[in-house]
Structures are given as C-alpha cells and as structure tokens.
C-alpha cells in the first residue's frame, strides 16, 4: 500500500513568487491535514480537510496560503506570494477517520530566497 | 495556551535504556502521541495512550500520567537505528476526534557505539 506522497521533496523560490506544493493521501483515507515546521521550530497545524471540506483552517497563518482538495483526493496548498519566513518544511497527513492514526508524508522542503 | 515540552538531544549507548520525557500544559486531554522522525524522512506513529499507565509495544513503551501532564518513551536494547528525532503531541483538547495534535520540538536521540 503507498504511503501519503508529496511533492515536491524540496523546492527553492525567490520572494514574491508562487510554490505549489501536493499532497496524495492514501487511497480511502477521508482526512487529511497539512502541517508546517519552521526552522528551530515545533510541527504546527495548518488546517484539516475531510474529504473536500475545510473542517478547520485556524492554523492558516494568512491569506497568502491557500489550500484545495478538489475531489476529496489529492490536496494542493498554494503560497502566494511567497515571503521569507514561509521557508519550512510542509509536512501532509492522512488517516481514515478523524480519531485513527494519521500518517505523514515525508514532507516538502521550502525555501524562500 | 497548549505547551509541550521535551527535552532537545539526548544520547545513549547502543543495548542500554533511554527514557524521553514529555510535560504537558493544556486546557484538556484528548490523547498523546508520540512520533519517531528519521532525518528528511516522514515522522512515523510509535505509540498512543490515553488513558494513565504503560503501553508496551515490543522495544518501545510508553507511559501517561494525566494528572500530572506527563509522559515519557521508554526505548529498550538500543539500536544504531534507534537514532532520531522523537516527537510528542497531543491532540487538540478542543477538536474532539481528530489529528489534529499539538507537538514539542521533539528530542534528538543519537545513539553511539
């Protein structure tokens, strides 16, 4: 079975441009949450989506971040434009249902130059 | 506010005992997870206790005592593979059945020969 996949691994951009980053979760798994760990940092939540549904965006640190899961499969988050402090790395996790394990991609490396 | 804490690195010898600490301060409890990350890899569920007492699960167990915000990993015959960055979380007392969690920093563990 694959694990939740993203892309990509790692992805330099210069300051005011746009990053893409994908997340595909393991097939069935309804929820899926995307994460960040800035430098020096703890993992901080970003949101949760069950299947195409927002059901908490709270960790969304702006309006510059802006994340898609048409479908209800894969999930797309979007920086726009990208600042210097957005260099992390983003990690996205799936699980079947809200309170069963959640398993985590391998993360996308950004930074912002 | 939600707080973890654990300590930063650690080391041990390979075949001995290491106990990582966990402390707590939320405004609830809904679970506690913890986490084993190797270097550029996706963090990987170890164990999950809610309730007060020892979970064991072969070489790694894991204790909660909720009454004090507290729990730790116990990692037995220590391994050169056992090196890595342990993460603690709790999930968020307020999002009711979810992944949503809380982490620490996580503890770096090396491991010598």
């Known amino acids: 079975e694959a694990g939740v996949t993203q892309f990509p691994s790692h992805s330099v951009i210069e300051k005011g441009q746009t990053v893409t980053l994908r997340c595909d979760p393991i097939s069935g798994h309804d929820n899926l949450y995307w994460y960040r760990r800035v430098m020096g940092k703890e993992i901080k939540f970003l949101l949760h989506f069950v299947k195409e549904s927002k059901q908490d965006e709270s960790g969304m640190p702006n309006n510059r971040f802006l994340a898609e899961r048409t479908g209800g499969t894969y999930s797309t988050l979007k920086v726009q434009p990208a600042e210097l402090e957005d260099s992390g790395v983003y990690f996205c996790?799936?699980?079947?249902?809200?309170?069963?394990?959640?398993?985590f991609g391998q993360g996308t490396r950004l930074t912002v130059v | 506010g939600q707080n973890i804490d654990q300590p930063t690195e650690m080391t041990a010898t390979e075949g001995a005992i290491v106990q990582i600490n966990c402390t707590y301060q939320?405004?609830?409890?809904?679970?506690l997870f913890w986490y084993q990350q190797h270097a550029g890899e996706a963090p990987t569920f170890l164990s999950y206790n809610v309730l007060d007492g020892l979970e064991e699960k072969g070489r790694f167990s894991s204790f909660l005592s909720r009454s004090k915000g507290y729990s730790y990993l116990l990692l037995k015959e220590l391994q050169m593979k056992d090196s890595a960055s342990y993460l603690c979380?709790?999930?968020?007392?307020?999002?009711?059945?979810?992944?949503?969690?809380?982490f620490g920093t996580g503890t770096l563990l090396a491991v010598q020969p």
């Open positions: 979380a709790v999930r968020d007392p307020f999002r009711g059945a979810t992944n949503k969690l809380i």
């Open positions: 939320t405004s609830g409890f809904n679970g």
């Open positions: 996790a799936s699980s079947y249902r809200g309170n069963t394990e959640a398993f």
